[in-house]
Structures are given as C-alpha cells and as structure tokens.
C-alpha cells in the first residue's frame, strides 16, 4: 500500500513536472504568442513568461475538468476557439476570458455562473483561487488562446 501511495505521488508529480517543463523549455515564435485582445480585432502578444505563469495556473486549477481543453461534465462547452467563439458574449479573446474568470455565465449568456463555475470574484466558493492577481487571470485567459496552436488535440470532446 505504502508503495503504491508513492508510485502515484511519484506519478503525479512527474506528470506535472512534464507538463510545466514543456512550456518552460519553449521559446515561442511571436506568431504563436500573438492572440485576439478583444472582438474588434485587435491583439496582443503575451511573453514566454506569461504563457508559461498561465499553464502553470491552469494545470493547478482548471486540468481537472479541462484537460486539454475539453469540458469533462459538458462536451459541448469546450475551450476550443470554435466552442469559445460561439458563447454569447463570444469568449475567444483575451478580454473576454478574463471576464468569464471574473463573472462565468452560461453558454448562452443567461445565467449568472458566479456561483457554479470556478471565479476569482468568490473567494468564499473558491478559495483556491484567493491568491490570483489580476496578473495571474490576464496569463490564465491568454494560456487558453495560445493552447490550441500547441497541441491540435486541445478543445473538443472527450470522446475522440
Ligand atoms: C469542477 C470542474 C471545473 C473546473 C475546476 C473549471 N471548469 Fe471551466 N467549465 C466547467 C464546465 C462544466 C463548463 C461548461 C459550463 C457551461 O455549461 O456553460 C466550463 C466552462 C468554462 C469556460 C467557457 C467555455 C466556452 O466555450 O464558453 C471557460 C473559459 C472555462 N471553463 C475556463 C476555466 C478555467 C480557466 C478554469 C481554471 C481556473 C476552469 N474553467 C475550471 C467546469 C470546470
């Protein structure tokens, strides 16, 4: 039992590790740093660094129901840029990230998820996001908008 507890630690641990060093370890081309700063059109370009704060944070949060941006519980809600540009308000652009982390809705706008969808606006709901900056939430939306130009498999359903 013992051994088993730390074959998994072991397991988990180098999971992270790998996942973490493969961002680390890249250097991105501007192209790929380069993503939709609101729906007008404009971009913006995040540094290594923050597209690597961004993954750190959401292997830490959001993989346990994200991996690889799909939606565990909701296929039809992915993090894929065709599911995020199809929300209402669209949400395939950084400014709107950042507000569905402030105040999530529903898909089609309508209800207020504030009280269902992990946020930085409860910290008494979701306390294991408290220690968020506004830093942190801007990397965490832009590491969703550089994701699907580094693994084709991100977004979708979890069935393949
Ligand atoms: C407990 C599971 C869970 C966790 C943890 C979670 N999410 Fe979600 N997320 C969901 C579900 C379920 C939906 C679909 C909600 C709906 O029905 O609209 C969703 C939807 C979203 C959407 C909207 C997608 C779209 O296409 O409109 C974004 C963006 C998002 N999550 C980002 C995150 C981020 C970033 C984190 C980590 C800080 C996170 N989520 C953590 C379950 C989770």
Redesign the pocket.
Known sequence: MKRFILLAIATVFFFFQFQTNAVNALELNEETRTIALDETGKTTIMSDQQVSNGNR??IQ??????LQGK????N?????LE??S??EPP?DNLLA?VD??KY????DGEDD?TE????VTRPDIYPE?KN?TEDDVYD??GY?LVAPKLDERWGGTIYF
């Open positions: 944070i959401f949060n959001c993989t346990k129901c994200h939606t565990k519980t909701n039809n809600v992915s993090l894929g599911d995020l199809k929300a949400r990230l569905y982390l999530p809705t529903s898909y998820y269902l969808h992990p946020n996001l968020l965490v939306a969703m």
